[in-house]
């Protein structure tokens, strides 16, 4: 993944001058938890860690992300060759 991906603040440009915020590409914190259990029930898999964490997380380690492991990951699925380039 692209470096920015994974830090923690990034600069923006708003509209009164540029300021430093948290990334939300690296972390984001959801409005509202726990998540509704009816939309991502606890019992149901891959969805239900959803309901675990208030935040996103890749590839969960004990609450903690690990983006090491979800670069080596896709790094090693070849996604760039199974892509489809579209002409128009």
């Avoid at 920015?4 to 440009?13: A, D, G, M, S």
């Avoid at 690296?26 to 969805?47: H, I, K, M, S, V």
């Avoid at 790094?75 to 489809?84: A, F, H, M, W, Y």
């Amino acid at each position: 993944m692209p470096d920015v991906v994974n830090q923690e603040t990034v600069l923006i440009t708003t509209p009164t001058g540029q300021a430093n915020v948290s990334n939300p590409l690296l972390l984001y914190q959801f409005q509202q938890f726990p998540l509704n259990e009816t939309w991502f029930p606890a019992d149901y898999p891959g969805d239900g860690m959803l309901n675990t964490y208030p935040t996103t997380l890749r590839t969960p380690d004990n609450g903690t992300s690990t983006p090491d492991s979800v670069n080596n990951n896709l790094g090693g699925c070849g996604l760039k060759d199974n892509t489809v380039s579209v002409q128009r």
